[in-house]
């Protein structure tokens, strides 16, 4: 048995509107057709496509379309683009809004780091939330960078571990001007709060220590205390390093024996 796959013809004479079989294309049912029509409207941008691409992101369960619609509306002119996509950041749809969000990360214009509110970097979805801080590390002035890691920093220990994961890489994005603000967490009495901020500035002081690895050693830190950790470090280096010390000895006797026969 074979399986026909959906086709939705974009270029077509049959009286219908470009933009309206592009439009029937992106809500096509298979996802191949839906990235072609997407794919299709960005290689020929066209003012006409901007309220189609930007209703279809609210909606396109297909992590590439989405991607790929967002492509298509940087295509198009900022002019109209950004007015149309600051309207979806307060869209009751979550999709609606992260995918904005994402556009506007791809558009890149300063102009819309107004738009950014403290609201988003908060908002009760965790997605949103995330490419909040992302968008948010991009568009940023350099004048208000210790002030949007003191606004991330609040959000320590929040969700799963991508949650964590992703905030933790915003901040560390930001630069030096993190380093208090983690620091500050750090002293936090909630032990989930003080370990994230702990393990966020371990990987910033070493970028290739993983994050899962860095949390855990932030953990102990936290249940232990500083002091006592730095104490447990020290011993385990002096019992290896004697360790070490014992393994040469038994070497050399192992070399002196050998010699007197």
């Known amino acids: 048995m074979t399986w026909a796959q959906e086709v939705v013809p974009i270029n077509t004479t049959d009286g219908t509107s470009h933009t309206a079989r592009v439009a029937r294309a992106l809500s096509a049912e298979a996802s191949s057709v839906r990235l072609q029509a997407a794919l299709a409207a960005g290689s020929n941008p066209d003012p006409d496509f901007l309220e189609t691409l930007v209703e279809r992101c609210a909606v396109e369960p297909d992590f590439f379309v989405r991607d790929m619609l967002s492509w298509a509306l940087t295509r198009l002119p900022p002019e109209a683009t950004l007015p149309r996509i600051r309207r979806e950041l307060g869209s009751g749809r979550a999709q609606a809004r992260s995918q904005a969000l994402h556009t ?153 024996r050998s010699a007197d026969r």
């Open 104 to 256: 506007l990360s791809k558009i890149g214009s300063r102009s819309a780091w107004a738009w950014i509110t403290r609201g988003m970097l908060r908002d009760a979805d965790d997605e949103v939330a995330r490419t909040a801080w992302r968008v948010a590390v991009v568009l940023v002035p350099e004048e208000e960078k210790e002030d949007l890691a003191g606004e991330l920093a609040r959000q320590l220990g929040r969700g799963d571990r991508e949650v964590r994961l992703s905030l933790s890489r915003a901040l560390i994005d930001l630069g030096d001007v993190t380093g208090p603000a983690l620091e500050k967490a750090a002293a936090r009495p909630d032990p989930v709060v003080a370990a994230h901020a702990r393990a966020t500035e371990l990987l910033r002081q070493n970028p290739e220590a993983g994050f899962d690895a860095a949390v855990e050693e932030a953990k102990r830190v936290v249940a232990l205390g500083p002091e006592r950790a730095a104490a447990s470090v020290a011993e385990a280096g002096a019992e290896e390093a004697a360790g070490a010390g014992e393994a040469v000895e038994i070497a050399k006797a192992g070399e002196t």
